[in-house]
């Protein structure tokens, strides 16, 4: 299984975007799918969790602005970025659990500018 996260870009602060997360083959029963991002000189930090049973979870300096939702078996999920700042700028990487084993995607590049 290989994943591919799409949609990044270069936008103004406020600004919004979405990404998507594809998978090479259809895929279900997954049982849990991640956001995950990182700065430059920042360690890798989770951004928004969802389950199968479509349970969220966000990080602090990401809830009330970014909703992450599911897709179907070949674009497995999205994450949906409104007012975005400066200090959202990273590499955001998907990433899946999916019998047992953990999966991530090439990263995509979100640069937020002030």
């Known amino acids: 299984v290989q994943l591919q996260a799409s949609g990044g870009g270069l936008v103004q602060s406020g600004g919004s975007l979405r990404l998507s997360c594809a998978a090479s083959?259809?895929?279900?029963?997954?049982?849990?799918m991640d956001w995950y991002r990182q700065a430059p000189g920042k360690e890798r930090e989770l951004v928004a969790t969802i389950s199968s049973s479509g349970t969220t979870n966000y990080a602090d300096s990401v809830r009330a602005r970014f909703t992450i939702s599911r897709g179907d078996a070949r674009n497995l999920m999205y994450l949906q970025m409104n007012s975005l700042r400066p200090e959202d700028t990273a590499v955001y990487y998907c990433s899946i659990e999916y019998l047992g084993r953990n999966y991530w995607g090439q990263g995509t590049q979100v640069t937020v500018s002030s």
């Open positions: 083959t259809s895929i279900l029963r997954i049982n849990k």
